[in-house]
């Protein structure tokens, strides 16, 4: 059966392993510390980490939530250094799974509430949580939540239904 990583992607990493007849497996891994405009060290951890965990669990695909960049109508209050960061991050999610021959698909956040919600609009933190919760995934951060979001969605698109 295929397997899928699915990632949430900020200083907090929420990861998910999803596989066809068992319940998710999801956990949180904390990068190191930073100093702004300084992005090498969380870099090299999460290429590092991220490279191991795909070394032992030997995903078919990965997929990652799309870092929302602002612009002047969005009403968003991301600095820029938000913005280098999140992207770095996907680029190197992105790398990790290149460089094992895997699949690699970008989720917009919407699309995660929607797959593990049914909707998009109108959805907190503690939605995504509750959610999992009632479906017996104890997840402990809201990254893991999203992480599962993003693992619902990519699933369908890699390997449908009614395929």
Known sequence: MPKLLALDLSSAVGWCLLEHGRPPRFDTWEAPPEEIGFYGRQGSALFDWLTDLVTVHSPDAMA?????????????????????????????????????????????????????????????????????????????TEHEADAIGVALHANEIFWPRSA
């Open 64 to 140: 990652a939530e799309a870092p929302l960049i602002p612009n002047k109508f969005s009403g968003m209050d991301t600095t820029a250094h938000t913005v280098i960061r999140l992207t770095g991050y996907v680029y190197t999610a992105e790398l990790v799974a290149h460089r094992a021959s895997i699949r690699f698909l970008r989720v917009h956040h919407e699309d995660a509430k929607m797959a593990l919600l049914g909707r998009a609009k109108n959805v907190k933190k503690i939605d995504m949580i509750g959610e999992c919760h009632g479906r017996s995934w104890k997840v402990a």
